[in-house]
């Protein structure tokens, strides 16, 4: 069963960065296209940013624009997503998660994701 669990989050003050990983295990990561998300109390999941396994192509949101940017490393069996310029609004719990394999198409949706973990705690904050 694919897992993927996620890392590197915490409480960083408006203007900061974070980088989160997510590390699959019990299979490579080669051939899925990989999602990051977020949700904060109160509200929907929402998506955040993807990576296609095929080209490598990538998809934001426009809320993370220019600031976040997320990379794969295969060869680590890792997704990146660094966070630059963190405002206040990005806090979250920060999931990631795979689409079936030899799907290439970053549909934003978390419906079309999963299985989820455990996700990772960001926070913005001063």
């Not at 960065?17 to 109390?41: E, H, K, N, V």
């Not at 394999?101 to 549909?107: K, S, T, V």
């Amino acid at each position: 069963q694919l897992q993927l669990v996620e890392s590197g989050g915490g409480l960083v003050q408006p203007g900061g960065s974070l980088r989160l990983s997510c590390a699959a295990s019990r299979f490579t990561m080669d051939y899925y296209t990989i999602g990051w998300f977020r949700q904060a109390p109160g509200k929907e999941r929402e998506g955040v940013s993807c990576v296609s396994y095929r080209d490598g192509s990538t998809t934001y949101a426009d809320s993370v624009k220019g600031r976040f940017t997320v990379s794969r490393d295969n060869a680590k069996n890792t997704v990146y997503l660094q966070m630059n310029n963190l405002k206040p609004e990005d806090t979250g719990v920060y999931y990631c998660a795979a689409r079936g394999r030899f799907l290439p198409q970053c549909i934003m949706s978390h419906g079309v994701f999963g299985p989820w973990g455990q996700g990772t705690q960001v926070t913005v904050s001063s």
